[in-house]
């Protein structure tokens, strides 16, 4: 179709994303469809943020943050471009339901994350297709691509409020569908509209606002915390990372600009 498309790479311990790289060739600036430019490199580290350079020379970052739209009727919603994805229908009702006065934007591949990490839209449903209701997502379809819409501030659970499980194998064998998103606010108008078909959001994601960040930016509960992730400024132009002290510099090759971290 020569729309968009990523390169993806994440580094995913105990099942936790600690590194999420996304290199989206038709993306300007992070969300500007552009398909003769010099694309986007969009980087996050665990606790350490999300951002952005040009793909063919990343020399500098800049850092990407999510928008705060409370008001649901103009909030911009993204969907899979293939119906087979996700259910067109559901997402046409819950689009009346909550007054969107925007139409859904249709786009292909983990690029939806970097649009919201950008700001430039507020909400992503990954809903169960009516043709295949046992459907589970492929981890590396979304375990960068999360990493970089929490550390810009943004949220990612399933359909039924539960943070994504990257420790089960190949799938997200426990979780349905996937619900990214910006603010807790829309999540609440989600809930008020209510369950669309079988497969929106539970209630009970907004019984317990602050479990359900903790929740929600993928930090358990319960359990012991994620392993340490250390940035370590070296120069005025380089940034190093490490994890649990491994020295991981080399393998992203990245270079930030000093005055932003």
């Known amino acids: 179709r020569g729309d968009q498309y ?26 500007r469809p552009d398909y ?7 980087v996050a580290v665990r606790g350490q943020g999300s951002w952005v350079a040009s793909l063919i020379s990343p020399h500098y970052f800049d850092p990407l943050r999510t ?19 996700t259910n067109p229908s559901q997402i046409e009702e819950l689009v009346t339901s909550l007054g969107i006065s925007t139409q859904a934007i249709a786009m292909d591949s983990q690029a939806k994350y ?15 297709s009516p043709a295949h209701p046992d459907y ?18 943004g949220m990612v659970t399933d359909l039924d409020g539960k943070p994504l499980d990257f420790s089960v194998g190949r799938t997200l064998a426990n979780n349905r569908g996937v619900l990214a998103f910006v603010d807790l606010v829309l ?28 929740t929600l930016l993928g930090r358990p509960l319960l359990g012991p915390p994620a392993p340490p992730v250390q940035f370590l ?29």
């Open 6 to 31: 990523v390169v993806a790479l994440a580094l995913v311990e105990d099942g936790l994303v600690q590194i999420g790289v996304l290199g989206c060739p038709n993306l300007l600036d992070g969300y």
């Open 36 to 42: 003769e430019g010099e694309g986007s490199l969009v």
């Open 67 to 85: 928008s705060r739209r409370h008001d649901p009727s103009t909030a911009r919603l993204l969907r899979s471009f293939e119906s087979r994805h």
């Open 114 to 128: 970097c649009v919201l990490a950008s700001g430039k839209a507020d909400l992503m449903l990954r809903l169960l």
């Open 136 to 153: 589970r997502e492929k981890i590396w379809d979304h375990a960068a691509g999360l990493l970089v819409l929490t550390e810009a501030g």
């Open 187 to 214: 999540v609440t108008h989600l809930a008020d509209v209510g369950r669309v078909g079988e497969d929106l959001v539970h209630a009970a994601l907004v019984e317990n606002p602050a479990a359900s960040r903790n």
């Open 233 to 261: 400024g070296h120069g005025n132009q380089r940034a190093e990372f490490q994890v649990q002290g491994k020295d991981l510099t080399h393998l992203l090759g990245l270079g930030f600009r000093h005055d932003e971290l």
